[in-house]
């Protein structure tokens, strides 16, 4: 079997399953399902459902019914990739609400799908926002790590494990993506603050959790870490508002990404920005073997990766990682000012802005000359850009409605 129609094929079950879970179909399940199968449902579940399953009886009984049971829901597949190792990654959302209370469920997940020889699935992996379950079974809140809100238009978004200088465990990747998703449906959102309580912005990798939770091995659980992080990440260079990031104390590893993300960064005249990862005998995640090298450039990023070599505030500033280094004391005054600043620009024309200058880097000259050209249309026809031009006329300040 060719490479794609193994692909095919794999995708074909994954999608039979979900089909099989969302009706209830037993005898269709237990034609995917390999006899040895075994799950693994992620830890924190509510109602006992977490843990690892072994055989299908068990992961219909205590996961898959157990949710029939409690939620009116069904996991909705929205991305699938092959994986090296032949496992299928499927990643997507569970949608729907609890029974008991009404509670809507909205919940982040990714699945990763093993096969027997004979095609039938051998194993599921299942990772999801375990706090999202919880929330909509009692209405408690879902955000443990990130204090965030949204006013005058201005979404911000706070890093809070100030006792572990934000570093990142896998609850803080999870609502990293839980806050970009809710970023991206909030209409009101015109502009983005990222920021971080105590000490530091992010140190990176929480290397206590890393080491109370590596059961099996460093590497399946930096998987399990990255997976929502990255997406998470990757959502926030698509959404329409600006981003700004204020920078202080020890900026590293992993917590790079919340700099990498950002459209404008201030920092602290104390900050530190370094990888780290070389002195963890680890290669990297956040982004920043993509950003780095096209920030500072490809000798820099080299010895900051392989040497491990630290960036002041100054040489960040003076290499193109920051827009502008600020008094510590002044930073998060500073910052906010820029996010709202943003917030009352022309919000459609800022959204066309950042997608023309993610995409420059992969179009050549001509595709890049046609997309402005399509975007000078959308933002043309916008009322920010009617009252703009009649502004300066006029010779007076436009005024922004976002529309």
């Known amino acids: ?26 005898d269709a399940l237990s034609r995917l399902l390999h006899p040895d199968f075994v799950g693994h449902a992620a830890e924190g579940l509510p109602l006992g459902m977490g843990g690892i399953h072994v055989g299908p009886d068990a ?9 029939g049971e409690h939620f009116k829901a069904r996991a909705v597949a929205e991305a699938f990739q092959v994986l090296e190792d032949g496992r299928l990654m499927v990643s997507g959302t569970y949608r729907g609400s609890a029974r008991r209370s009404g509670n809507i469920l909205d919940a982040a997940f990714i699945h990763l799908i093993g096969f027997a020889p004979d095609g039938r699935i051998a194993t599921l992996r299942q990772l999801t926002d375990t706090a999202a379950w919880r929330a909509a079974l009692d209405g408690s809140g879902r955000l443990r790590t990130i204090d965030y809100h949204v006013d005058h238009g201005v979404a911000t ?22 806050v970009a998703r809710r970023i991206t449906a909030d209409s009101t959102v015109r502009a983005v603050l990222i920021c971080g309580n105590g000490a530091a912005l992010s140190v990176g990798g929480d290397i206590t959790y890393f080491l109370d939770n590596a059961n099996g091995g460093f590497g399946d ?3 399990e870490m990255t997976m929502p992080f990255h ?16 920078a202080h104390g020890a900026v590293a590893g992993g917590g790079l990404g919340y700099v990498y993300a950002a459209d404008i960064v201030l920092a602290a005249d104390t900050t530190q920005f370094v990888t780290a990862f070389a002195g963890l005998g680890l290669s990297g995640d956040g982004g920043g073997t993509w950003h780095l090298p096209r920030l500072i450039g490809p000798r820099r990023a080299a010895a900051a990766y392989l040497r491990n070599t630290p960036i002041s505030a100054q040489e960040a500033l003076d290499w193109g990682l920051v827009n502008e280094v600020v008094p510590a004391a002044e930073l998060r005054e500073r910052a906010a000012a820029f996010a709202a600043e943003l917030a009352h620009g022309p919000t459609v024309g800022f959204a066309a802005m950042r997608a023309l200058l993610r995409d420059s880097w992969r179009n050549d000259l001509s595709a890049q000359l046609t997309a402005e050209t399509r975007a ?23 005024t922004y409605t976002g529309r």
């Open 376 to 398: 000078l249309k959308v933002t043309g026809d916008t009322a920010d850009a009617a009252d703009a031009i009649a502004a300066f006329v006029a010779k007076r300040p436009p």
């Open 157 to 178: 978004v706070c890093l809070n494990r100030p006792q572990a200088r934000n570093a990142i465990d896998f609850q803080m990747g999870w609502d990293t993506l839980e």
């Open 59 to 67: 992961m219909r009984d205590k996961l898959w019914w157990r949710i």
């Open 231 to 246: 997406q998470a990440l990757e959502i926030l260079s698509r959404v329409e508002a600006p981003i700004v990031t204020a």
């Open 1 to 26: 079997m060719s490479a794609d129609h193994l692909r095919d094929a794999k995708i074909s079950a994954a999608r039979g399953l979900y089909e099989g879970l969302a009706s209830g179909n037993r």
């Open 221 to 223: 659980l930096f998987v």
